[in-house]
């Protein structure tokens, strides 16, 4: 598996941007690149992925750096609901797969 | 989108009992599902692969004669925590792949967890 790098903890306030990157260098030319996030005592929501190209939806915008070698999650207008754990996993297409979570990013908003 | 649901979301045992954990895939078909556990503060680990009609793919250090997987239809996967200690103490989360947002992407869709305590 993809080993990543992620900052322990950010801070935001309520209402403007956040990136939260993400440094997975030894990243598989095949894998995809996916988010998820985690709100206290729940399990892990699906956020964005992508491969190559930045992707957007209606959560986030995923840009992914031309060497795929980081990534930075983007949230455009954090607000309380966004505060979680944010992951970012390097997942096989193929079928042989398996999400390994790392430590994530602990994302606090401030009102 | 997809649901997993699990059950029970909170449970209680006294130790040296056993314990079942229910997952399902509700309105989709889950051929493959997969267990974590998650300690307080801690990331969430991967204790094993659960396939439809077939044995369960374990990680290591996972012992799998006391976290027995059953995965007897493509809706259902159950996690028996058995002869429970209170080391067992964590928040057990099963998730399902997604086919819905699959394109060519392996998506998971996750429980709610369920938090076991062991007296």
């Known amino acids: 598996d993809a080993k990543t790098t992620q900052p322990n903890s950010m801070e935001s306030n309520e209402e403007e941007p956040v990136h939260l990157p993400c440094n997975h260098s030894?990243?598989?030319?095949?894998?995809?690149i996916h988010w998820y996030r985690q709100l206290p005592s729940q399990g892990p929501e699906y956020v964005i992925h992508?491969?190559?190209s930045n992707v957007n939806n209606r959560m986030a915008s995923l840009a992914i750096a031309e060497d795929r070698k980081s990534s930075t999650l983007i949230l455009h207008r954090a607000t309380l609901r966004d505060a979680a754990v944010y992951y970012c996993i390097p997942t096989s297409g193929g079928s042989n797969y398996k999400l390994t979570f790392g430590k994530g990013t602990l994302l606090t908003v401030n009102p | 989108g997809a649901v997993v649901s699990q059950h029970p979301s909170r449970v209680i045992c006294k130790s040296g009992t056993s314990v079942k954990i229910e997952c399902r895939s509700l309105?989709?078909?889950?051929?493959?599902m997969f267990w974590y556990r998650q300690f307080p503060k801690k990331s969430l680990m991967l204790m094993a692969t659960s396939n439809e009609g077939s044995k369960a793919t374990y990680e290591q250090g996972v012992e799998k004669d006391k976290f027995l997987i059953n995965h007897a239809s493509l809706t259902l996967s159950t996690l028996t925590v058995t002869s429970a200690h209170p080391e067992d103490s964590s928040f057990y989360i099963c998730s399902a792949r997604d086919w819905g947002l699959a394109s060519g992407a392996n998506v998971l869709t996750f429980g709610a967890g369920s938090r076991l305590t062991v007296l």
């Open positions: 992508g491969l190559t």
């Open positions: 030894t990243i598989s030319g095949t894998d995809y």
């Open positions: 309105d989709f078909q889950a051929t493959t």
